[in-house]
């Protein structure tokens, strides 16, 4: 997608410790009535809707983050008349800059792409040595957390969809994730995330993922 094309409003769909990056996938089941009428003037417009994790429940609402990523329905499929299974395809970051009054029953924010634009090009070259170095330090950490994984299908994943797939699936918390999220270097979310590694010892259920 080009930058010009970035829509400047965008529905939202706050979804807790739920993160995605650009260049990834995620699934999503949608049966809330407001987000049932998002995907439906989503897919009647231009597919794209936006991701951000939430706060502070307050009232009706739920104060967001400020940072979440845009993504596209590239696949759906209407199970009843109100529930739909929807696969969103990451497009890039966006900074929140204000809530838009709307008569929806979901949310609109007027977002900024400005630091992100780097999520919009390709991958120049594969970082071998850190990504060997990476997939050691993983294998070691989820072991640990008796988590269950695809390595093969994780090791033949592009670098930088490596490190945002293990962002995302990975044991941390709301505010561990959105500090990923927020970091925007490539080489800086590596270092985050080897920091993560170190610290988090918590232990989590065993958990299985399929990597697609």
């Keep these: 997608m080009k930058k010009k094309d970035l829509p400047t409003k965008i529905a939202v769909f706050p979804l807790s410790n739920a ?7 995620l699934p999503l089941n949608i049966f809330e009535k407001r987000y049932v ?28 983050y400020s940072v979440g990523c845009l993504g596209k329905i590239i696949n759906f499929s209407e199970v009843s008349g109100n529930m739909f299974l929807i696969s969103l395809a990451g497009v ?44 050691k330090k993983i294998r070691i950490f989820l072991r640990n957390k008796n988590y269950e994984i695809q390595f093969d299908k994780l090791e033949k994943l592009p670098f930088e969809q490596l490190v945002s797939t293990i962002c995302m699936i990975g044991p941390f918390s709301e505010a561990e994730k959105q500090k990923l999220i927020e970091t925007i270097k490539i080489k ?12 988090n010892s918590i232990n989590v259920p065993k958990k299985n993922y399929s990597i697609n």
């Design 19 to 25: 993160i995605f990056f650009p260049k990834t996938i």
């Design 92 to 135: 890039i970051r966006f900074k929140i800059q204000e809530e838009i009054k709307t008569e929806k029953l979901y949310r609109k924010f007027k977002v900024n792409y400005t630091d992100f634009f780097n999520d919009l090009e390709q991958e120049k070259e594969e970082q071998i040595d850190t990504k060997k170095n990476l997939i």
């Design 188 to 199: 800086d979310k590596v270092k985050v995330l080897e920091e993560l590694i170190s610290f």
């Design 37 to 64: 009428q998002m995907v439906n003037d989503c897919m009647k417009e231009n597919k794209l809707l936006g991701m951000v994790q939430p706060k502070i429940k307050k009232d009706s609402n739920m104060s967001v």
